[in-house]
Each structure stands twice: as C-alpha cells, then as structure tokens.
C-alpha cells in the first residue's frame, strides 16, 4: 500500500517542484505590491494600497504629465483595433480556405506557417517605412494594423479548423436555398463558430496588449501604453518597485477579465453531425 501511494504521489511531486518557481514568483508580486515598507525586500512590515496611488494622483518621477488611465486608455484602443482586424480577416479567409478550392491554396496554408515563424523584430524596419509611406506612423491605428499583421498567419489556421468542423449540407442547403458565399459566412457559419471568433479575437487582443518593440518604436514617447509606461518608471534613478507591481498587477487584469467573460463561449464548441459532412 505504501508502495502504490508513493508512486500515485511521485506526479504531483514532481508538478509542484515544477510549479514552485512560478508560484514563488506570483507571490513576491503579490506581496510587493500591496507591502509597504518591505524587511528584506520580502515580507512587508503593514499592508495597503499606497502603491496604486497612480489610480488617483499623476504619475510620479518626471511622468507627471501622463496618467495611467489615460495609458490604460491607449492600450485597450491598441489591442481591441488589432484584436477586431486580426478576427475579421481571418474569419474571411479562414471560410475561403476551408470551402473554396482555388489553385495555390496548399502553397498558401503552408506560406502562413513560414510567415508566422518569422520574428516579427525583423520586419521592424520595413514595417516603419510603410507605416511612414501610408501616412499611418506614429499612430495607435497604424501600429495596431502592423501588430495584427503578425498574427493572422497562425489566426487564419484556427479560424480554417472551426469553419472545417460544420458538415457540408449546411453550406448546401443554404446555397441552395438562395444565399450567396457571404450570406452563407454571415448568416449561417458566424453563429455557429462564436467560441472561433472568440478565441480567434483573444488570440490577436492578447498579442497586442502585451506587445512592447512595435509600440516603443512606432509610437512616439508623447503616445504612452501600458507597457512603454512601465519601461519609462525603470528607467528612472529611483525605481519603486511596490509601485512598479503594482501597475504591473493593474496592466495585468483586463486580458483575465477578458478571457472571463469569454470563457464559456470558448467552451461551446458546436458539435455537428449530417450526412455527407467533409
């Protein structure tokens, strides 16, 4: 008996020792940020919300001119732009490519994968000059669509296995009841891949809240989000880091809520059964 217990335990021994770093981690945030007056920069002599004095005073450290809400603002415009873009252009393509055959499409399904494995730090340079010959540089809808670019290979993949799991009659019968492609992909596959397009949506929405290089070098040091905010408190002569994780901790809380309110869409997904399905 002793024997089988240790074994069945050996698992979840070996995951928590795994765990222990990132769990040590998250609580040293945690205790930074609501701590004050840290004993060995670990354990916090009181506890209080001192550190989120950003939330009703200016920034602190020569950022005085900039408020978070207003870097909070920026970034929920530049991830919901580039979350919108990525989900309507894979939606389009993702149909196309699941239900229109067409010369080239196996070269382009597989084109997407190469494109995606490409970092995007090394389109940097080509990206700044077309934003700048597009008029669009130095702007949050501009670097938005850039940042979205980056995406839509790998998203228009997730978007083709939704779109490849509804059967075939479906798409006949309303063909044949009249309908065109797009009412098809409007009226009739929109409502029955919403956990795709939510995660599809969540896909481009997460990259680009927690993108750094592209809004640091497109968007100029006037245009602060979260993450370009953060940067300019650690470069600072005195850094604070309760205050640092505690922003930090606030930056983190809109994708969480996020996924929260989309979690359960993203766990309908349509179970679909007909005769002749492909």
Same mark, same amino acid.
């Not at 993108?211 to 905010?229: E, H, N, Q, R, S």
């Given at each position: 008996m002793v024997i089988k217990r240790v074994t069945k335990a050996i698992p979840y021994i070996l995951l928590?020792? !795994?765990?222990?770093?990132?769990?040590?981690?998250?609580?040293?945030?945690f205790l930074r940020a609501f701590g004050?007056?840290?004993?060995?920069?670990v354990i916090p002599e009181r506890w209080g919300v001192n550190n989120f004095r950003f939330l009703w005073q200016p920034i602190a450290w020569g950022?005085?001119?900039?408020?978070?809400?207003?870097?909070?603002?920026?970034?929920?415009?530049f991830a919901t732009v580039s979350g919108f873009i990525v989900t309507v252009i894979c939606m389009l393509a993702g149909y196309a490519?699941?239900? !229109?055959e067409f010369r080239g499409k196996t070269f382009f399904l597989v084109l997407q994968l190469i494109l995606h494995a490409v970092p995007g730090q090394i389109l940097l340079i080509a990206i700044f000059f077309l934003l700048l010959y597009i008029k669009l540089l130095h702007q949050i809808p501009g670097v938005a669509l850039a940042r979205a670019a980056l995406e839509i290979p790998l998203g228009i993949w997730m978007a083709k296995g939704f779109f490849d799991g509804i059967p075939w009659d479906v798409e006949r019968a309303a063909m044949i009841d009249g309908c065109t492609r797009f009412q098809v992909w409007y009226k009739i596959f929109l409502?029955?891949?919403?956990?795709? !397009?939510?995660?599809?949506?969540?896909?481009?929405?997460?990259?680009?809240?927690?993108?750094? !290089?592209?809004?640091?070098?497109?968007?100029?040091g006037t245009i602060k989000l979260m993450a370009t905010l953060i940067q300019s408190l650690l470069a600072t002569e005195v850094v604070d880091y309760g205050y640092l994780a505690a922003m930090s901790l606030v930056y983190s809380l809109p994708p969480l809520i996020l996924f929260i309110f989309l979690q359960r869409a993203l766990l309908k997904v349509p179970i679909f059964g007909g005769k002749g399905a492909v």
């Amino acid at each position: 008996m002793v024997i089988k217990r240790v074994t069945k335990a050996i698992p979840y021994i070996l995951l928590l020792l !795994i765990a222990t770093p990132f769990l040590t981690m998250y609580i040293g945030f945690f205790l930074r940020a609501f701590g004050e007056r840290m004993v060995l920069g670990v354990i916090p002599e009181r506890w209080g919300v001192n550190n989120f004095r950003f939330l009703w005073q200016p920034i602190a450290w020569g950022l005085e001119k900039t408020t978070m809400w207003a870097a909070l603002g920026n970034t929920m415009l530049f991830a919901t732009v580039s979350g919108f873009i990525v989900t309507v252009i894979c939606m389009l393509a993702g149909y196309a490519l699941s239900r !229109i055959e067409f010369r080239g499409k196996t070269f382009f399904l597989v084109l997407q994968l190469i494109l995606h494995a490409v970092p995007g730090q090394i389109l940097l340079i080509a990206i700044f000059f077309l934003l700048l010959y597009i008029k669009l540089l130095h702007q949050i809808p501009g670097v938005a669509l850039a940042r979205a670019a980056l995406e839509i290979p790998l998203g228009i993949w997730m978007a083709k296995g939704f779109f490849d799991g509804i059967p075939w009659d479906v798409e006949r019968a309303a063909m044949i009841d009249g309908c065109t492609r797009f009412q098809v992909w409007y009226k009739i596959f929109l409502p029955l891949v919403k956990p795709g !397009i939510a995660a599809v949506f969540i896909w481009g929405f997460l990259f680009a809240w927690h993108d750094f !290089i592209y809004v640091y070098t497109l968007l100029p040091g006037t245009i602060k989000l979260m993450a370009t905010l953060i940067q300019s408190l650690l470069a600072t002569e005195v850094v604070d880091y309760g205050y640092l994780a505690a922003m930090s901790l606030v930056y983190s809380l809109p994708p969480l809520i996020l996924f929260i309110f989309l979690q359960r869409a993203l766990l309908k997904v349509p179970i679909f059964g007909g005769k002749g399905a492909v």
